[in-house]
């Protein structure tokens, strides 16, 4: 049950000028940006995600704290025109193929006092509590590629790569194969590959101080279940001054409803049993993104949600009551520089040569 819980958390890690004068913003999201040469440059996010857990079983209570921190290159590879049922060009709607890369991952875990580490950057990484098998598992996390397309209204109509995603990081496992097939489904890949795209009000609809939207997505993990999402928008009053007071300022409300698996849903070695109830907290689940409209961009975003529920796992044909209390914080900012890139430290200042005296006045 851990070792599907983990895939599942490390795979999904399961992310705006001021007003003036009360003018409408339309939001839009920019991946035509070229260098000299007139090739695609890319730019590259920070996704962090923390997350606290209050799990009781049988009176037990089994506390678990992870965070996870990845990090992405997403390169523009061609912009084509969206066409109609007459194969005819939508005026002024086109598609983006992006490539994204997972350049790095840092995951920190503790299991009631079990900790778990790890961290690309680093040459030498701590051990995974007595299994080394799981510092594999997160080896083949980075370096992955994907091809995203981007469609109507920024959203990822498909994912290429699950096949050889899967193949590596499965390293030759039969079991860890079957298990990732089972949970890495076409949803699951594609909220993985959209860590900010899916917080866009959709294009071609202005909003201005005060308006409310919202947007829905649906999260099928096979047999683990489905997650219902709802994201709640309103459009604040830019902060007056700091860093992000030329952004436009979204407040996020996140919903999320879940929905156990079939009875007749296998490939694990539980069950969630039909009738278990998973639901957010609106007071915990708030949060907030910063659009900059000049780079056309959500700039940075934190995304909390509270969850609260019953599960009834069935392990051996024998039911468990599970009572679960989740806090998870996501956190991504984007850059035109690799967040892991080394950081340019300026040669130190030559000391100040010392002031002649002045000479004495003559009288």
Known sequence: MFRTRLVA???????????????????????NVKDKDGKFTPFYTEMTTEVTQQIKVQGQDLPQRQKSTFYYQWTPVAETPVKDGAGKDVPGETKWTVKQKIEGLKMEIDISGNPINYDSTKADTAGAGGNPGLIEFFKGLKDSEFTATIGKNFKVEKVDGKDDFIKKLGAGSQQMDALLKKVMTDDALKEMTDPSFKLFPEPNTPKKKGDKWERKSNLNLGPIGTYDITYKFTYLEPEKEGAKKDFDKIEVETVVAYTAPPATADGLLFRIKEGSKLTSDATGSKGVMYYDPKKQRIEEATISIKLKGDLVVVIGGTDTKVELTQEQKTTIKTADTSFLAPKVVPPPMPPTPPVPPKPPEKK
């Open 9 to 31: 958390a490390a795979l999904f890690g399961v992310t705006l000028c001021a007003i003036a004068g009360g003018q409408d913003r339309a939001f839009t999201l920019n991946f």
